[in-house]
């Protein structure tokens, strides 16, 4: 098993335990229709253009929609068995769906959570933390190039991770699982911040995510 299939597991069992209306930290999204995208994705090609470019999210949005009208057990299935042959992400589920069921994992996870609250996170191991370093890298530069400081992400460890953007220097400080979660713009997160108050205040309410 690889760590993208374990969270894969370890999602559906959740969303199986909370249900098809349990909240979550999309916005505006259950548990459901969090379901619905993600069966989307992997079995529907053609929406994949929607996720990135604002033109095509009309399309990805009425299949996703449309999606979300049927089945609950029938979707929690689908998630479950994976890519199918035909999908572009059957050959590197293990690297393109290792951020995606995590931090949806924790979407549900956290999704009755108040943003500004004081989060307790699940025990992840420290294998799974360490997989979590490269999509953190990777993310935060697409995420964080806008930021109105100089965001640097830095493990629990003193590991930095990446530094993204210009200005003040601020500080990121959490476990890789939790900065993978910052750079996606997900609230609460437990991190912490070091850097001029001014500049922190910024960051935390700068847009995040894709």
């Known amino acids: 098993m690889t760590f993208a299939q374990d ?5 559906v069992d959740t969303l199986r335990s909370v249900g098809p209306e ?3 930290l999309c916005a505006g999204w259950t548990a459901k229709d969090l379901l619905a995208h993600l069966v989307v994705r992997e079995r529907r ?11 095509f999210a009309g399309h990805t949005e009425k299949v996703r929609a449309g999606a979300a009208a049927g089945s609950w057990d029938t979707m929690l299935e689908q998630l479950a068995g994976g890519p199918p042959l035909y999908s572009p992400l059957k050959v590197v589920d293990r690297w393109a769906n290792l951020a995606e069921m995590f931090v949806h994992h924790e979407d549900v996870l956290r999704g009755a ?3 500004d609250q004081t989060w307790t996170p699940r025990e992840l191991s420290a294998e799974l933390q360490e997989a979590l370093i490269a999509p953190a890298k990777s993310m935060s530069k697409m995420t964080l190039k806008g930021s109105p400081a100089r965001v640097t992400l830095r493990t629990r460890d003193a590991r930095d991770l990446v530094t993204v953007g210009t200005g003040p220097e601020v500080i990121v400080i959490g476990h890789p699982g939790e900065l993978l979660l910052f750079a996606f713009g997900r609230a609460p997160v437990d991190v912490v911040f070091d850097g001029d108050d ?11 995510g894709l």
Do not use: N, S, Y
Not at 7 to 11: C, G, K, S, T, V
Not at 45 to 55: F, S
């Open 7 to 11: 969270e894969r597991a370890a999602l």
């Open 22 to 24: 349990a909240p979550t």
């Open 45 to 55: 090609p053609d929406t994949a253009p929607g996720i990135m470019i604002p033109a």
């Open 113 to 115: 959570a108040r943003p």
């Open 198 to 208: 001014q500049a922190v205040a910024a960051v935390r309410a700068a847009k995040r």
